[in-house]
């Protein structure tokens, strides 16, 4: 790898500094740097190059920032088979895996060829009016139709492979990808799934009917949606990024599109400990040994159980019952209530 491109999100506090400690970085072990224009103004130096320009010229696309910005160069990489390594720069971020504090050890493991390539399949979306299509992306995440601010519950017949599932009567429709599993779905309840699993999630938004479940699709299947309710403010928005409004009668078509994309995956990063960190799990068991379940040198399950209850066993012992003022009463023994001092 000896081109590296680097995108950055504008406007991100530590994104300069970040910057440019990492392109003289590159430089000091012989990497020739791209940057975009508007990544290249966040150091004070300048670019000829378009940010769509960069995938196609580099040998690792490096993005610096959140999910947005790797949702964005996902859609400018279609097709060219860079690899993308995402760098989380302060937010949620399930694409950008990778902290900021693990970036030069990531980029060492690298260069040293000691990583693998997840490739993440897209969805393609496309709206059809009059039978022609008017709008047309494919995406990492989602397809969404919602409503605008002011309209009331719409109403969208779904069909899958020609078939008539149901008409949701509900604020919007989700249908996403494996990978937008902890996107927008995940917070309208959707199901969590591995992203390697050949299938579609159709999720309503908050349905009216409490029935109307998350459906679970595999990815071989079109999935039709027709807006049936008129004079509603409607759109379809992929990725959260670009969109169109809907008229009566439009269908979103949403299908697996012909291309995927590459991220870099490091052996340290599986996806159970993607979902631990991002999400909080286990978080009462305190110290959890992430090596397996094996019992031997204090690791594992049980011996995490068995640190938690010593954990809380202590917390107690030093916090105590709270005080007459409503204070925890520091260094108060448990039982008879009085103090240790």
């Known amino acids: 790898m000896k081109r590296i491109g680097i995108v950055c999100k504008p406007k991100k506090d530590p994104a300069g500094p970040v910057l440019a400690e990492l392109v003289r970085w590159l430089k000091d072990r012989g990497r020739g740097v791209l940057l975009d224009r508007t990544t290249a103004a966040l150091i004070g130096r300048k670019s000829s190059h378009r940010r769509e320009d960069i995938p196609g010229r580099v040998d690792l696309l490096v993005v610096l920032g959140g999910d947005g910005t790797m949702l964005s160069m ?54 059809l009016r009059g039978g022609k299509a008017v709008f047309e992306h494919e995406v990492l995440n989602d397809v969404v ?57 159709l999720n309503p938004i908050c349905p009216f009917t409490l029935s109307n479940r998350p459906l679970v699709l595999p ?20 990725d959260g990024q670009v969109g169109c409004a809907l008229q009566v009668r ?11 994309v590459r991220l870099i995956n490091l052996p340290e990063n599986d996806y159970f400990s993607l979902l631990r960190n991002k999400l909080g799990w286990g978080v009462q068991l305190g110290e959890v040994n992430h090596q397996g379940p094996s019992t031997q040198g204090g690791g594992g399950i ?11 066993k202590r917390k107690k012992a030093v916090d105590g019952p709270a005080g007459p003022d409503g204070k925890l009463g520091r260094g108060r023994k448990i039982g008879k209530g009085k103090s240790s001092a």
């Not at 990489?77 to 050890?105: D, K, M, Q, R, W």
């Not at 990815?219 to 992929?238: F, G, K, M």
């Not at 439009?250 to 995927?260: L, M, R, T």
Request: no cysteine; net charge neutral; charged share 20%.
């Open 219 to 238: 990815d071989d299947v079109v999935v039709e949606v027709v807006l049936t309710t008129p004079d509603q403010d409607v759109h379809v928005t992929l």
């Open 302 to 312: 049980r011996a995490a159980k068995k640190r938690s209850t010593r954990i809380g």
């Open 250 to 260: 439009d269908v979103v078509e949403i299908q697996k599109g012909p291309h995927k």
């Open 74 to 127: 996902a859609r400018m990489a279609l097709g060219l088979n860079v690899p993308i390594l995402g760098v989380n720069l302060g937010s949620l971020g399930f694409l950008t895996e990778v902290p900021l504090e693990h970036l030069y050890p990531a980029l060492e493991r690298i260069f040293a060829g000691e990583y693998g390539i997840e490739e993440r399949p897209m969805l393609k979306g496309r709206v």
């Open 145 to 201: 139709i919602s409503k605008g601010a002011l309209a009331r519950i719409i109403e969208l017949e779904s069909f899958v492979d020609g078939r008539f599932v149901t008409t949701y009567r509900a604020d919007g429709l989700i249908i996403s990808s494996p990978t937008g599993s902890t996107g927008h779905s995940l917070s309208a309840g959707g199901p969590i799934l591995m992203p390697s699993l050949p299938a579609i999630i």
